[in-house]
């Protein structure tokens, strides 16, 4: 710190000339060496601060020289750091080995995406993928696997089979720690890109398996037309609503002069467990225990549910069909409303198309008593499994790069699947994609909700199906229906035990 000069004034007068000459020399020499003074700044008189280095009192016609004006040096930044003792060097020549079970357009796509995922990944990781069938045929595959000690790499699975996969052997990679990764992980900005209903944030402390591959959804498909012409300006959001127009078309087979359709119209029933579920989450019912271990079927929210469903059955306004696929009978006008996945929107169109009906139609949200409307969602997931740590970082590269928003993309306009991101709608040019009855179907994410993710799941959804199925058989009666919902309950809670 320079020293102010106000304390010197009173030995300066005691000092020789020749003493005094050679003080001036090095301050003059000294205020050479400084930096010269900001001109915004002013000096004041007599005061001298620590705070501004240079600052102090003028004596006679010399100015106290200025210190250089220096700009702190920050400290240097910490580079990050991988937490995946992985030298990228040592994933050259690294093979993955990955199963799924996609054929037809699908199937084109993916072989696609693997060869370009080869040719142009700069770490040197090469895929090879194979097709292992059906869901079905490729979890047994998997668990003989399993058993032999030659897993898979990655794996498509429902979440489900992931989870028997797990309670195996506890062979699933917990991806957490690639997802978070600074170097090799997703970015802030990725994650907020997904839909929040496919990648809901993980709970504390809980296992994260999987990856969302693809996601389809089950819907109501309502022909506008045929309403309109009914005197209905609206899609129904309630159940008496739903109800009254059922009822109406129903009522309006049976009076034109076509004989075959006089038992059609309303709704053509499905006993889809997806269907099933879209109906019970419209209700309210919560379907899983609040601690989340098991289900919640003996419930006056399930029993309401099923007492509506019957009702319209015995009343004729909604009927089963045997005779042809529900996309015909849709596309036919022997049924107002239909039940449909958001893949299956361009079968559906191509019905129309093959019907010769110009009929305009969309899809709706299932609605409840109370208004509240709900859609299901559901779809596999990219499954990592252990091996070294050279393939499971490999195999978390491939999965990372296929979901990106451009090759998400590409996936969607194969076939018409949900967007797992909102940018993947910027990567959309298929007119399949862009149809209405798909971008209608977009919108009504903020009322789905997913399938269950217990381990359970994959014997329990056969219950739902077949408690529904017997629901519409001839014989039952209304008074059966308390029963019934118990014996899903207990046959639920059975295997969920099971599954422990």
Known sequence: MIPSLSAARSPLKRISASLFLVIVYLSTLLAACQTTPNPTQRSTPGTATADKPGDGEQTGSTQSPAAPNRTPTPPPTALPTSLIEVDPDELKGTIVQYWHVWSGEAG??????????????????????????????????????????????????????????????????????????????????????????????????????????????????????????????????????????????????????????????????????????????????????????????????????????????????????????????????????????????????????????????????????????????????????????????????????????ENQGRWVQAIASYPLQASTLDHLDLPAAAAPQWSAAIDLLEHAQPEPGLRSWDSVRWAVSDAATQLFRWYFTMEQLPETVKLLDRTAAELQNRSR
């Open 108 to 405: 084109r796509l993916t072989a696609s995406l693997v060869d370009e995922f080869n040719a142009t990944n700069p770490w040197g990781v090469e895929v090879e993928a194979t097709y292992a069938g059906s869901y079905d045929s490729m979890n047994e595959q998997v668990l003989l696997a399993i058993q032999e000690g030659k897993p898979p790499d990655l794996v498509v699975a429902f979440d489900h089979q992931a989870l028997n996969w797990d309670a195996i052997d506890e062979i699933t990679v917990d991806l957490r720690k690639y997802i978070s990764d600074p170097i090799w992980g997703v970015s802030e900005e990725e994650l907020a890109d997904f839909y929040p209903i496919f990648w809901p944030p993980a709970a504390s402390g809980e296992k994260q398996f999987g990856m969302p591959a693809q996601r389809s959804g089950q819907l109501l498909f309502y022909n506008t037309s045929w309403a309109e012409e009914l005197g209905f300006r609206s899609a129904p959001t309630t159940t008496n609503q739903f109800k009254a127009q059922t009822c109406a078309a129903a009522r309006a087979n049976l009076n034109d002069n076509i004989p075959e359709n006089d038992t059609t119209g309303g709704w053509v029933v499905s006993t889809d467990y997806s269907t099933v579920l879209g109906w019970l989450y419209a209700f309210g019912s919560p379907v899983i225990r609040p601690d989340g271990q098991g289900y919640r079927f003996n419930t006056p929210e399930v029993e309401d549910t099923l007492e509506f469903l019957r009702e319209l059955y015995e009343q004729g306004c909604a009927w089963l069909s045997e005779d042809q696929s529900s996309e015909e009978a849709f596309a036919a006008r022997r049924a107002l409303f239909s039940t449909g996945s958001i893949t299956s929107i361009p079968f559906q169109q191509e019905a129309f198309n093959r019907a010769g009906s110009g009929d305009d139609w969309t899809v709706i949200p299932f609605p409840g008593a109370d208004g509240h409307l709900a859609t299901t969602v559901y779809g596999p997931s990219y499954v990592v499994l252990e091996s070294t740590p050279e393939r499971q970082l490999a195999s978390w590269l491939f999965t990372h790069w296929l979901l990106s928003p």
